[in-house]
């Protein structure tokens, strides 16, 4: 099985910081690789895929890059209603998400 | 536009089975897979497994091989996971998950369902 590393597992950032959230994954995965935001209570949404795919409907100061193993998801300047936590996934064989990472105020 | 509406929250006995429905509109129902995913209270996304609603084809991550089924009604646009064998570990939320991307059960998740609540209890 595929695993997915991401770091770091909480980040504390103000409105307006730049943002970087990493993703591991244990083996090639080419760039099939999505990820996700989730609010307390909420199902996750989708941000991105294809590694650096905007979904539609997404705002774009939210991005991705990386291919092979090593990716990130890049938020440029962090919103009040970016505060939530962040998956990836892979999709190479079927579906693994990371461990999450929580963007909180700092 | 594409929704999920799955069923409603269950309470369940350890040993017991559990049955959760996903019923699909806004789209057509055998165009998507559909994936499930479950989530602990507190914790991360963990992913079940997956369906073809247009032939039934099935996959399951291993950690449910054995224990998990899914099916469909296609004249309701409905997808059914069944988990066996429940116990205290299984307390979760499921969700169901539209899939699109390029090879059978290796999908991201475009439209969720608001997910169900299983609690496993004695």
């Known amino acids: 099985d595929i695993q997915m590393t991401q770091s770091p597992s909480t980040l504390s950032a103000s409105v307006g910081d730049r943002v970087t959230i990493s993703c591991r994954a244990s083996?090639?995965?080419?760039?099939?690789l999505a990820w996700y935001q989730q609010k307390p209570g909420q199902a996750p949404k989708l941000l991105i895929y294809?590694?650096?795919t905007l979904e539609s409907g997404v705002a774009s100061r939210f991005s991705g890059s990386g291919s092979g193993t090593e990716f990130t998801l890049t938020i440029s300047s962090l919103q009040p209603d970016d505060f939530a936590t962040y998956y990836c996934?892979?999709?190479?064989?079927?579906?693994?998400f990371g461990q999450g990472t929580k963007v909180e105020i700092k | 536009q594409a929704q999920l509406v799955q069923s409603g929250a269950e309470v369940k006995k350890p040993g017991a089975s559990v049955k959760v429905s996903c019923q699909a509109s806004?789209?057509?129902?055998?165009?998507?897979?559909i994936h499930w995913v479950r989530q602990a209270t507190g914790l991360g996304l963990e992913w079940m497994g997956w369906?073809?609603?247009?032939?039934?084809?099935?996959g399951f991550a291993q950690n449910f091989q054995g224990r998990v089924t899914v099916t469909r009604n296609t004249s309701i646009a409905t997808t059914y996971m069944e988990l066996a064998s429940l116990t205290s570990d299984d307390t979760a939320i499921y969700y169901c998950?539209?899939?699109?991307?390029?090879?059978?059960?290796?999908?991201?998740?475009?439209?969720w369902g608001r997910g169900t609540l299983v609690t496993v209890s004695s």
């Open positions: 806004g789209y057509t129902f055998t165009s998507h897979e």
């Open positions: 996934q892979q999709y190479n064989n079927y579906g693994t």
């Open positions: 083996q090639s995965i080419g760039n099939w």
């Open positions: 998950a539209r899939a699109r991307g390029p090879y059978t059960g290796s999908k991201y998740f475009d439209v």
């Open positions: 369906m073809n609603p247009n032939n039934g084809k099935t």
């Open positions: 294809q590694a650096s």
